[in-house]
């Protein structure tokens, strides 16, 4: 695919797979807008007033028809948006073409390479010559990452004249990271400077982003205001848990059409995530093993019936794999030596590095059959047992399924409300009545009777919040 | 598509969608080899004997990757096989291929018209002057039907000359059904006729096509003996009811991308089916409604925590409508006019007539809106609110997903064995190990130590197979 | 206890432990009769036309609360009732007390001897000198085995002048039975021919009385017609396997308080009785693990997620250990030595010998350490660990709690009525509404509107009922 | 109950109800450490250093066969204890019986009246003239209350010389607090500053406690250093969910016998009591309804299936009401009037002001059935309608049954441990392996190799408990 931007006929950017499902993308946005009454019931509160009226922003994730409803609750707020996945697998081709066609500057196709992720990704965070985004919404935290980098870059070269050497580094995708900055160097050498200095702050979704931005912020390298959207409960508790429950079968289905019942299922981490995922393979008639370095989520697995084990213990005997740890290394190519034929090996955590994927395809002798895109049967040369590697190791309900449901993700996408908000605008659509609080009672419990019902350190990022809001005061 | 038969190199007749999605059939169906113990164990216990050298077989049954491993079983017993689905859009097109390439002459194709269907179904069960198959494996019965059709109105023919009149029916399928048997007397008058004498039997696989069965055999219509399979226990406590459980929630996801969870779900019927389908609404996170006529089956559900309620009762309060009852006229149209706005529609029972489509159709000013093929949203004029119809009312998971997994339908298709035995051979797959009665034990219970262990009238079905195995004998 | 038979002030014989609980009975009663609508409706619906006017019913059945329903219903419908539990444990004294004051001749309470209870057994089936009851209640066939051993010593009697010999059995039990009919034959030698010829029939309730019944059958043995109230559906279905789900776990938590969530219990056997008490565990959060002869029921434990081992394969890592199959020798004491200290063992199937208790109580040097009445400790000399046995391997439901609860056992027990009305009469007392068939859905699926809905095959016993009707009418 | 100190031989000071059930109630504490690894390891690893030497520790916690093992274990570490229950209807009489008799000084019976209780608080309290205790195991907070009380009352009449006045208050309990405080002040003007003097700090186990103690502190009235133990994660997350999933159907079987499945369970309240109750609910096949004034409870309850409405929108249709709010007022007499016949109602929350019993037994007309203790019926005069009502609106798992479980109480009761530490001693006992992190893993994900494994935020009790071990050093 010629990395190309092209032009809609109002002139706003793009590069999409086939804008000829843009209709398509159209009928499953408006589907969707059904689902998502958090979204929908902010552009009717907030639309009138316009809150961000001139900001411009980025986003860089998964580019779903969730997304897309998420982008145009933006737009009908106010805001200039350009967008880009944040995975290579994730886009979802016809939603991609709708806003590109009717809303928003969008840079995104399934099945991308990585050349290709981070051409898009620059393009989303591209502004022009007067600076970057205002805001920007990101997951995993690719953008953020590539505007530190950018940042450094600069500052180096400002000081020693040197560009970035992208030979400098064995990770493969890091030295596209450091090839596009070495280009926008060549054109303006404070490119990522001037997109720091506009920049009001990142709003955060994944626990790994997260994780990310508090290690910068521990080093004081953090160099803008985030907002960790990914603990919120209505995101992480919601989103991590129910999304997963219901996207690891979806995807699972859609690659494999496996029989889950009688099968033994290794989940490996029990956050949120491996809740989630071990409790949809359990009602699914699994046989379900969890693999865990947390006593406390350990005892919580064992509390639900589920065994714990390492994945040595089981590696030869169960059918299904599944990483949802955060963590890197989980399933190292030697483990998948050993397992049956035709286990199946996904990852629904972070990163394809949950899963040693490198280790597998550079194998000795390995062969890898393509059952069809995003489903791979690799066989070993000894043992001629092959295993199903599900999306290439990346996350497998967006690259083999379509992610978490509509209703779900209007959960995490609202979240820059407050959170028990969040909540309230999605009991309507599933018919639900809250009780209310008496006075009498309020005083008793010492709960307001409005709410917020849950103690302060249920809500860690509402301070964030606030100061947001101040910024968004200053800049809009 | 011209309806006309195709042939390979080898000269086998054919009729698919795309010949070049035969090697992407093939990996599929070396997956599903592996996920089929059952059938895979019949070809090595009686591949070497060739119990079905020489026979002609018949199938009409969905042309999926698991039907595919069945006919291959077959054909690895002696058989010639030439098949067609029982369902015009469960055709898995890469499975026909496959086929179609390597192994049985198949006509088939997803998504195909009425006058294709029959016209594929009157392929598979003419073998050329010689009669028609051996023995035939019906889905539904209408294999089965066409023959006593044509049998009967070749009866006419021969005693008043008359040919079969199309309009004098009202129904459209009946009628493209009497013009293909008046196309076939006008070359062979005694066509059916030479079919019904080769023919040794039928086995029906399906709850809907053993009731026609009984029906003619109580009218004494039924012109030859017939298996029925679904009746065993591998077949319909497996198949409908772990089948249904997998691949209910399947279809919606690949149909929609709906969250379940939180959403009502009403089950119309509580036979093995209905429970499959409550079963995984519930453990999705929908609040189930069952509709049910018998109260043990009602009872059923409520021990289970579901609510028993009329359809009238809830109709407008719920997300989604499933029917499984193997009944006509579950939802009708005024149903339909009463639910929430993009309610989902669907049938995983039997026919279309489970749900008014025709009503549907022909409502006044009813628009219908295509969101994708086998979901279209319908939407009516006064209300201006669209509900959600699956696989046009036809079977979701085969019209929307890919219908059952594999090691389900291993169950079901190698019910040509004892019942027992097949659920034997699916144990090993499942790392099971059996208890042995000691001979002490298998006295004091009367219950011989290799089995059976059921009762005799949990085998209905074993003594007509003794028949067709003696047939066997007299033919093969 | 000396075995004196009291009476009345009415002069209504009864042997009771505790006559000041009829009180209590009494409220309990009241509270059960809420919960039985089953029985309840039989009352209101025959009560005035006096069916069983002049009838003599003798039952031995657990004497609990909702047995004195049962038998409150039988009087109200004109019969005289005498009573005995079926086992040593199970009856509630409180209840045996209200019946015994107000209702029928009772003779039965918790923790009788062998000798105890076949005094009672023989106690409830004698009517005087005009011979037996004309219907018995059965529930493990010892009321009828009692007859039939009395008829088969009568008859030698006649011929030989021989008296049965108690030594001539090693079995304790039997020779108790032996004694009680050599002391018969003493005072009267034709006393079990008269029951006999009295004896319109039996209706046995549960599975190990059917087996035992169709073994006699099959042999010619059987001196009179049994209805097999066991396999009518609103009981095996209902009784056996919801009343279970509820029973394990409350005579678990009562007898030894243990935390299920977490523990690995094992479930010998999956039939009816198993998938309840599996189902239970399940959902308790317990790790399950069955054993199983069958490969249908082993492979059905699969589908659910469970794992199917033998009791070697898991016998020293399991917490609990529950025998459900209606065979013997299941649990041996070379499995006990095995096990985990405080493992606890228990029977819910059928008789004691589903547990080696004669192996147990026998083996050299073990100490018995009775925690409480039905828990035991019995602790090994070579490892100083024990094993907690209930209720000494008998029914532990009945033994360590109340048995099942009201609602189910009144299915259970209004199955003198057809199975689907059975059903019917429970489901107002739920909230549940039925759906009606409509004159052309019933002509489609060839089922009468007004039921029965299920096939005949589901419906074995209806014509032994059609009979005893018959006989009713006879006899009454 | 004459309120009269009694004397073991050795001279230790208790109160109970049965001191000839001491052998029993040892014989269940031995059971219970089986299940208590958190506890005996305790003993294991600091018994031999003697931490609590010479600490005097007050408890006022349900007075159980596990709080039996806390105590032993308190004084295997060297502290001297004196116990009363914190609930009227919580004590097993035989675990006070073994305590008083082998441990400590108990002051506790099943079924107290609020004079009783009262008394027996001030007895645990009561160490003598040298002041009170070191340490206060609070569950509820009822011995801080009456500290709080005491230094009150004793300030006023140190000041004015008036002495508190029963009769200024209309709460009937706080009428009994204020006489005690009364006489004591009569005897020892000091003695509740004393108290305050010596004293440490308390660890509260509960919710309600904590609640009490965080206003106590705002408003700047707490005396004393608190830990709060209720919100470590294997208290909240385990004991709350865990044990009373276990312990509402105990108490419900034990309590009334009732049959759960096809019910309708209202659960008020949704926080992690009303989850685990709601699982159990379900999971026994009742239909559940939870009521909540959260929204994000609400949404919670929505995803796993349950339906939220007003307690208004179902109170005549539902079987079976629980209280878990933590909150009073939640179930008024004006509810229990609209309730089915025999509806069950009962609270798990915390005191019996969640149920409206005041309003209840003060109902004109109203008339108490007492089936058993701690079952009454409760019939309207109207109506003729009755409720029945577990343990006087009293926690229905202590009165009604046993509480939670021991393994459950374990973890609970570990809590001076850190929390992770905790749930690790509990994994072995159930048959868990960890996965270690890798050093590079460690790095990747910024956790160290040994843990903890969780944010700080979610371990907001250390810091205090940090300042505790700090106050041991002083102290002991």
Known sequence: MALL?????????????DMSQADFGRLE???AEVEMPGLVSCCTEFGPSQPLKGARITGSLHMTIQTAVLIETLTALGAEV??????????????AAAIARDSAAVFAWKGETLQEYWWCT???????????????????????LLIHEGVKAEEIFAKTGQVPDPSSTDNPEFQIVLSIIKDGLQVDPKKYHKMKERLVGVSEETTTGVKRLYQMQETGALLFPAINVNDSVT?????????????LPDGLMRATDVMIAGKVAVICGYGDVGKGCAAAMKTA??????????????????????????LEDVVSEADIFCTTTGNKDIIMVDHMRKMKNNAIVCNIGHFDNEIDMQGLETFPGVKRITIKPQTDRWVFPDTKSGIIVLAEGRLMNLGCATGHPSFVMSCSFTNQHLDEKVAALHLGKLGARLTKLTKDQSDYVSIPIEGPYKPGHYRPFELVWVLVEECEILVF
């Not at 809609?8 to 999409?16: D, M, N, P, Q």
Request: negative net charge.
């Open 29 to 31: 946005i408006e589907l």
């Open 82 to 95: 350009r967008w880009c996945s944040c995975n290579i697998f994730s886009t979802q081709d016809h939603a």
């Open 122 to 144: 620059e393009r989303a965070l591209d502004w022009g010559p007067g600076g970057g985004p205002d805001l920007i919404v990101d997951d995993g935290g690719d953008a953020t």
């Open 285 to 310: 008639g699994a046989r379900v093993i969890v693999t865990e370095i947390d006593p406390i989520c350990a005892l919580q697995a064992l509390m639900e019936g589920l065994q714990v084990l390492t």
């Open 5 to 17: 931007v092209e032009k809609t006929s109002s002139g706003r950017e793009y590069k999409v797979k």
């Open 235 to 247: 995101k992480s508790k919601f989103d991590n848990l129910y999304g997963c429950r219901h996207s």
